[in-house]
């Protein structure tokens, strides 16, 4: 984790029903201690329906997973930004493949300037389909200490103050 101060990287705003803004214009200002993170939003408000097994399976998994991976974080370092509170963010270099994680949905990408504090991890430690919390818990380790398992997933997690600079 470091702290910046006018450091620049990316955001990929989606288009959801859970995301609590509409489309960013140029000089908007996010701050993320307003609870921002549009995904923890979604198990506030979302609903899903029970005729649904496959939705209802697949939501409870990832919200059981990112609280064992935000377990882990608050073990590891409190300090860390937290992914349920977090923007998230990616570098020029990464960008395309975050692009093509939002297959069939509405977004924008801005750029940002940044002032907080900032993680970055390898998002394939955590990217995992359903397994025991203690395999999710071993690989939020690796996440949370910043160990590069392949290096093509790498994700900022940001807290702080964020202006829109510009719209990609």
């Known amino acids: 984790m470091q702290y910046v101060e006018d450091h620049t990287l990316y955001h990929i705003n989606c288009m959801s029903d859970f995301n609590l803004y509409s ?51 608050s073990q590891i370092n409190e300090d860390l930004p937290s992914r349920w509170r977090s923007l998230w963010l990616s570098d020029k270099e990464h960008l395309d493949y975050w692009k093509s994680q939002f297959v069939n949905e509405e977004f924008q990408i801005v750029k940002l300037n940044l002032n907080g504090k900032i993680f970055l991890g390898d998002a394939h430690w955590i990217e995992i389909e359903p397994s025991p919390l203690l395999v999710v818990r071993e690989k939020a380790i690796n996440y949370w200490t910043g160990n590069i398992f392949r290096g093509g997933k790498m994700e900022y997690l940001f807290e702080g103050i964020a202006k829109v600079v510009s719209l990609v």
């Open 23 to 73: 489309q960013f214009k140029i000089g908007d200002v996010i701050d993320t201690s307003r609870n921002y993170n549009p995904f923890r939003n979604n198990y506030e408000i979302g609903s899903t329906s029970l005729n649904y097994a496959e939705e209802c399976a697949k939501t409870y998994w990832r919200f059981t997973k990112e609280f064992a991976i935000e377990q882990t974080r």
